[in-house]
């Protein structure tokens, strides 16, 4: 199995920049789909960004394109979530995913998840 751990979490202004990280323990990473997802309190978990086993494909939710970009280092075993332009909206809990399957905004997809990193976006 695949362990993750998030880290990159904190408090950022309303407009400023963070860039998580995820990273994964194993030798399977690079045959692994990855997404990050995000839940705020009393609020269901939803689907932030994914990515493909090699970088080549990306697939974002409405609510984040053209502020936030996943990546992946698989020679690091690292999944990265960049993010601009945040808004205080975007507080929430930020877990890092993976699937054995293809990239896929589906939760029930994922059977590898990490611990969560929390975000904090003031006005």
């Known amino acids: 199995q695949v362990q993750l751990v998030e880290s990159g979490g904190g408090l950022v202004q309303a407009g400023g920049s963070l860039r998580l990280s995820c990273a994964a323990s194993g030798r399977t990473f690079s045959s692994r789909s990855m997404g990050w997802f995000r839940q705020a309190p009393g609020k269901e978990r939803e689907f932030v960004a994914a990515i493909s086993r090699n970088g080549g494909s990306t697939y974002y939710a409405d609510s984040v394109k053209g502020r936030f970009t996943i990546s992946r280092d698989n020679a690091k075993n690292t999944v990265y979530l960049q993010m601009n332009s945040l808004k205080p909206e975007d507080t929430a809990v930020y877990y890092c995913?993976?699937?054995?399957?293809?990239?896929?905004?589906?939760?029930?997809?994922?059977?590898?998840w990490g611990q969560g990193t929390q975000v904090t976006v003031s006005s």
């Open positions: 995913a993976a699937t054995a399957g293809p990239i896929s905004q589906h939760q029930s997809h994922y059977n590898n």
